[in-house]
């Protein structure tokens, strides 16, 4: 072909490297370069492979290898693909559009209306922020190729363009009932109650629990729960009375070479690790063994096993990772959780959107609208600095809603908080005949002011709070004549006045379950709903 001929020859002439046959990435992993798809070692997401024959234009094309080339070499292999992806998606795959074609040799004022028209798109998205890494790529060709139809010119020109950063906190800031942080009073509980109540031992089901448990704990991304191994979770205490569990979170984003070469020892709630115990368990019960040209390969334990393997890891022979989930099957975990336990969000009325974004959103507002430093914050949610945290305690006092009598009784034929049993007097009730299991609503503000709610139906001594546990607790029995509209009034009215006196938003909205469940059991006895 013509421009083959020419390109060799440009090579020729001014002494540029050959393309060469393999390249060892920044991080030590080989990747096979010498035709047009490169398999990348990034095990984290499903499909890695660079196809460079979808660019048409021979020059185009040689460019843009030389500088993954050195992308992959000098910074990581994300640094590689997201270029990759940034380059052809915002400015190569326009290629036809400005008939620039596989023969055609002079390309420098196509490529010039090419990008200015993905700037102008760009521009009118507000995504202007899209077009760094494409922009780059530009100004290095032009550097360092310009006989390939960048123009140096030009690219001063670009080069002194403003690209604003990726609106990470947009969605956050949107308050978005979708996309945005969940909502604590009426969307996490949800979550909550059903990873308590579910007693699955499938695979699949243990690795969504564990992989939601994780989530909501650590608010981590998905890649950094691809890299935990079974090893990681960590008994401090295993002959004391109490566990005390840590688990080693690897770190990602650092600039390490290797994920896994740096963790985070962060202490883990013995009700979450639960989960995490009974996946390691059921993983030893399933063994998986895959093969490559007939050797098989040695499984490094990590908590969440892909069975068939990971085709990025195994296109790339990165045998190390060869078993990791991506972050897209962590993600489609948690998603799975919602849709099998058909979790309806009160807010949206629709199935709940979840994603390990939202609920790291959720995490880092929560302890924002608490009080926590922004250093804290930072450390918990494995940023370098506090600039990243910002927009969480911009939001802080934004994420507390009013709640009145009207929304509690919506919102209670959701949320479902009650389990306890309605009854018409102490003959139907467990310890109907023991005055002191009968239980009483005082009014805070009027200690006078006394109801008698109901009876509690455990035979030996309760260590909760009553009456606000009461409502939450599986054994109470409330009076179906009993005055609950009057102990709803009384805790809504409390919660206001909280909210107002207090900057902590968490003094205001500690009894929101407490509240729905009240509103849940004057429903029941009004008969607008049933008994669950």
């Known amino acids: 072909m013509v421009s083959e001929a020419i390109l060799d020859k440009l090579i020729d002439d001014h002494g540029w490297l050959e393309s060469p046959i393999s390249i060892i990435s920044r991080e030590g992993k080989k990747i096979d370069s010498s035709g047009e798809k490169w398999a990348l070692p990034y095990a984290i997401w499903k499909n890695t492979s660079l196809d460079f024959s979808k660019i048409e234009n021979i020059k185009l094309r040689w460019a843009l290898k030389s500088y993954i080339k050195d992308r992959l070499e000098r910074i990581s292999t994300h640094a590689g693909y997201s270029t990759y992806s940034h380059v052809y998606n915002e400015f190569l795959k326009y290629e036809s559009q400005f008939n620039i074609t596989a023969n055609d040799d002079d390309v420098k004022d196509k490529l010039i209306s090419l990008v200015e028209m993905s700037i102008s798109k760009a521009r009118a998205n507000h995504r202007l922020w899209a077009l760094y890494r494409p922009i780059q790529w530009y100004i290095w060709a032009a550097e ?36 945005g942080p969940l909502h604590r009073s009426l969307e996490l509980p949800l979550l909550i109650k059903e990873l308590k109540s579910d007693n699955s031992q499938e695979l699949e089901h243990l690795q969504q629990k564990a992989a939601l448990a994780l989530s909501i704990a650590f608010g981590r991304n998905p890649a950094n729960l691809t890299y935990l191994r079974e090893e990681d979770l960590i008994n401090l205490t295993p002959d004391a009375d109490e566990d005390c569990f840590v688990i080693k979170m690897p770190r990602i984003k650092k600039r390490q070479l290797n994920p896994r070469d740096d963790s985070l020892d962060e202490y883990l709630e013995p009700q979450y690790a639960e989960y995490i115990i009974e996946l390691i368990k059921k993983n030893s019960e399933n063994t998986i063994q895959l093969e490559f040209n007939g050797w098989k390969i040695p499984n490094p334990r990590p908590l969440f096993t892909k069975k068939n393997g990971n085709k990025s890891a195994l296109l790339s022979q990165d045998w190390e990772s060869a078993y990791n989930m991506t972050s897209a099957d962590i993600t489609a975990l948690i998603k799975a959780f919602v849709k099998r336990h058909n979790i309806i969000s009160p807010i949206t009325h629709d199935l709940l959107q979840i994603s390990t974004r939202r609920l790291r959103y959720t995490l880092a507002t929560g302890l924002a609208a608490e009080g926590i430093s922004k250093r804290e914050l930072a450390r ?83 260590h909760f709070d009553p009456p606000f546990s009461c409502y939450l607790c599986p054994k109470f029995q409330p009076y179906r004549h009993a005055d609950h509209e009057h102990v709803l009034d009384c805790l809504l009215r409390s919660r206001e006045e909280r909210l107002e006196k207090y900057e902590n938003a968490r003094l205001g909205i500690q009894i929101d379950e407490v509240i729905v469940a009240v509103a849940q059991v004057l429903e029941m006895c009004t008969g607008e709903v049933i008994n669950v």
């Not at 140096?152 to 308050?175: C, H, Q, V």
Request: glycine residues 6%; contains cysteine.
């Open 144 to 179: 360092n190729y310009p006989e390939l139809g960048f123009c140096p010119a030009y690219s001063l020109e670009l080069d002194g363009m403003t690209i604003p950063g990726n609106p990470k906190g947009e969605a956050i800031r949107m308050e978005d009932p979708e996309k």
């Open 380 to 462: 918990i949610l494995d940023h370098s600095d506090t600039q990243h945290v910002l927009v969480y305690f911009e939001m802080a006092s934004k994420i507390i809603e009013h709640l009145d009598k009207a929304a509690a009784k919506k919102f209670s034929r959701y949320l479902n908080f009650f389990k306890g049993k309605l009854i018409e007097n102490d003959d139907d009730a467990i310890n109907g005949d023991r005055e002191d299991k009968h239980l009483a609503f005082i009014n805070e503000d009027s200690p006078l002011d006394q109801q008698e709610i109901g009876v509690c139906g455990e035979s030996s001594i309760c």
